[in-house]
């Protein structure tokens, strides 16, 4: 079954349709064919283009993109993936709280305090230096 179509008009340089021109009758294509495969070509071309795939996923992730976008640029497997992806990025970092609130100074440093070692049994106070 053909593809839908869609009619596109736009304005370039004389010159660069005059180069096309050329390119399409040396190829024996029409303009057209040309123009639609230079297009398949440079699409295809900024899909494997990491800086591109980072603003794409940026875009995505900002919601300036919808997922349809990302599917019809990078195919249906990377798009599910940067979907994932958004999914299991929180956004909002949990907060830590105390269920009894903050211990007072008394109960935090009651007790005895421990001396550092060495780790050969002697405190570092004892050690002299050589």
Known sequence: MAEEKTRVDFNAPKSLVKRADSVSEVLD???TRLLIEALEDELEELANDEAF???LGDAYYDGRVEFDTV???LGREEAM????????IDRTPPEP???DGHPSDDS??????PEW????????????PT
């Open 81 to 88: 993936r940067l979907q994932l992806l958004e999914a299991s």
């Open 117 to 128: 070692t060495d780790g050969r049994g002697s405190s570092s106070e004892d050690e002299s």
């Open 29 to 31: 294509i029409s303009r």
């Open 71 to 73: 599917e019809a640029i």
């Open 108 to 113: 935090f440093y009651e007790g005895e305090m």
């Open 97 to 99: 709280r105390l269920e």
């Open 53 to 55: 795939r980072r603003r």
